[in-house]
């Protein structure tokens, strides 16, 4: 059974950093992109970022450019979150799947159940 497992979230005050990680079970992580989306109340699930097995395509949404960093390490996958602002609250989910169309939910076969990332101001 494929599984992912997010930690790493938490309450930090605006300006901090959080590293988020997601491990892969179940399945080899080959041939796979791991992607990270965010969800806040009445809001779509949002694309942050995605990254293939071999580390060698990466790719970031608008909202996060600059500031979050996506790498991975054998089958965990890790969000690099840095100058974390009020509007980066959310639950952050991580997906797996094998589109190279990664913004799009719907080409991700497996979720996470999501970690909260709450930043105060």
């Known amino acids: 059974q494929v599984q992912l497992l997010e930690s790493g979230g938490g309450l930090v005050q605006a300006g901090d950093s959080l590293t988020l990680s997601c491990t892969l079970s179940g399945r080899p992580f080959i041939n796979t992109k791991i992607g990270w989306f965010r969800q806040s109340p009445d ?14 395509f990466k790719n970031y949404g608008d909202a996060v450019k ?16 840095n100058s974390l602002k009020a509007e980066d609250t959310a639950v952050y989910y991580c997906a797996a799947g094998q589109s190279n169309t990664v913004y799009n939910t719907q080409n991700y076969v497996w979720w996470g159940q999501g970690t909260q990332v709450t ?3």
Not at 44 to 51: M, P, V, Y
Not at 66 to 81: A, C, P, S
């Open 66 to 81: 600059g500031r979050f960093t996506i790498y991975n390490t054998k089958n965990t996958v890790y969000l690099q979150m």
């Open 43 to 56: 809001k779509d699930r949002e694309f942050l970022a995605a990254i293939s097995s071999t580390g060698g």
């Open 119 to 121: 930043v105060s101001s």
